[in-house]
């Protein structure tokens, strides 16, 4: 959490400051309390992270799920959601890594990381998500 802190910082330390700016962030939404994907970015590329912006037109069978985990660090999705029937529409953010060889389910919403049984599972969940209209990042350990 401090390096998002810190990212986040930098960011917004290089505009002018101004007095709505302490209401105004360009890279957070005081109402929700999200921050941007650019924030993430920022964070993840610090940190000698590649972010690749997976487009999902190719589906999910372009995705290469058996990478090893040295190449593929892991999958950050952006799902949109409704709530309280449909007056409130947002997006949620999703973490899925591969952590020896098992691929697991992250959801802050869980109460416990879900673990996929098998890659195929894995794909299924993806085209779902990607059907339901999610993004799909993948984060990468070999920055170019």
């Known amino acids: 959490m ?5 990212s986040l910082s930098m960011i ?3 505009g002018t400051w101004t007095p709505l700016s302490v209401v105004f962030k360009p890279h957070h939404n005081a109402l929700t309390g999200n921050y941007d994907i650019n924030v993430l970015i920022a964070a993840l590329e610090e940190k000698g992270k590649r972010v690749i912006w ?7 069978s372009s ?3 058996d990478e090893s ?6 999958i950050v999705l952006n799902i949109p959601f409704r709530k309280y029937g449909g007056l409130w529409r947002g997006r949620h953010w999703v973490a899925l890594r591969k952590i020896e060889g098992v691929w697991y389910d992250l ?9 996929f ?7 299924e969940y993806l085209d779902a998500i990607i059907g339901s209209g999610a993004e799909v990042l993948l984060i990468m350990n070999d920055k170019e």
């Open 2 to 6: 401090p390096l998002l802190k810190n």
């Open 12 to 14: 917004q330390n290089k």
């Open 54 to 60: 997976h487009d999902r037109r190719s589906g999910v």
């Open 63 to 65: 995705i290469n799920l």
């Open 69 to 74: 985990e040295d190449k593929l660090m892991g």
């Open 107 to 115: 959801d802050s919403d869980l109460t416990a990381p879900h673990t």
């Open 117 to 123: 049984k098998d890659t195929e599972e894995v794909r």
